[in-house]
């Protein structure tokens, strides 16, 4: 999954993922870009990130069109025009043009922040370079449930050359629900708690999944669960992890995961992330 470096400007992380990835594969790993991508937005509300206004645009219009070249490698498979499909397609088009959006308003929080500062304290997110942070953070909110649902709606219906066949033996209900959750960039951990969003997330659980080589915490790169408290380790799919889920949602047995809902932005907590 690559897109085109942009010369001018640094994104906040590295869109490049091994080749070569299947069409839900690659759906999952956009989710995780995400995913990256808000919890950066939530840390600098937090006072906890660096301030690099042209990384923000650049990695918003990096996400816009690396969600439309998602799209179109999935309407090149042989998918049946039924509406469960349709939808999914046309959720992945919306998560693009509100991703356009959000990178509009990170430019114009770009053009907000005065020239000679440096170093801003938290945001203000009712006026100026603040609220063009939180408008744009809210277009966003939703994206990775959003992608994550829209896969499950797309996996049972690709063929078979289009699938991933990795499978995890042994794998349970409450694995499978913890890898979704991941997915959805819903998973973090504190002082050895797992916080969720839909699901309870147990620690044994997520420890299984880590020493199966399926997850992976990202020490320190999610945004605080109340102002003032430590930042929490981010929970993401490894390559490894995206494969075993992309079998398990591509089973006609398998439910979908649960519905996208509004995560507005930014700060005061929820038991998955901060509530704005």
Known sequence: MTTPPDPDHTPLFDVTVPEPLTPVERLLALADLYTQHNDRLDLLFSNRARLTPDAYVASSHRLE???????????????????PVATAILRLKQTAYLTG????????????????????????????????????RELTALAPAAIVESAAHIAGRLPERACSHTTVPGMDAAQRGTLLEVAQGHVAVLNQRGYGHTVAVAVEVLRHLESQGLVSRTVASAPPFVPGAPSRDRVRLTALGRSALSTVLASPLSPGPPAARPVPAPAVASTARPRR
């Open 65 to 83: 069109r690396e969600s439309l070249a998602c799209i179109k490698t999935v309407r090149q498979q042989s998918l049946p025009a039924i509406e």
């Open 101 to 136: 959006g959000a990178t509009r308003y990170l430019s114009a929080a770009q053009q907000a922040l005065p020239a000679d500062e440096v170093e801003v304290a938290r945001p203000d997110p009712r006026r100026g370079f603040g609220q063009y942070l939180r408008l744009a």
